[in-house]
């Protein structure tokens, strides 16, 4: 089954940046639309951004439009640019190949073990 490495989480002030990866060893992404979720303490997962497999076409969820920018590092590798970063971003990123459904961007494959992501001050 496919599973994918989230990395690239860390402590950071409110405005700053950090870049995360998402890297599936000795296997091509390039076919799949992978997207990035996170999961916020007592909530549920919530999808963020998606690239797509065909044409590398990106969506971003209205919270992250404009700071995060969804890219391809290769045929294995998958990163989350996320700038202007706020407290509200706090959370736990994971990343999975998806598809999508009515309801939206779906995972398909099983949760890894995530990145956090702390914004404080």
């Known amino acids: 089954q496919l599973q994918l490495v989230e990395s690239g989480g860390g402590f950071v002030q409110p405005g700053g940046s950090l870049r995360l990866s998402c890297a599936a060893s000795g296997f091509n992404l390039g076919p799949y639309a992978i997207g990035w979720f996170r999961q916020a303490l007592g909530k549920e997962h919530q999808w963020i951004s998606t690239i797509t497999g065909s044409d590398g076409s990106t969506y971003y969820a209205d919270s992250v439009k404009g700071r995060f920018t969804i890219s391809r590092g290769g045929k294995d590798t998958v990163y989350l640019q996320m700038n202007s970063l706020q407290t509200e971003d706090t959370a736990v990123y994971y990343c999975?190949?998806?598809?999508?459904?009515?309801?939206?961007?779906?995972?398909?494959?099983?949760w890894g073990q995530g990145t956090q992501v702390t914004v404080s001050s």
């Open positions: 999975a190949p998806v598809v999508l459904e009515a309801t939206g961007w779906k995972p398909f494959a099983s």
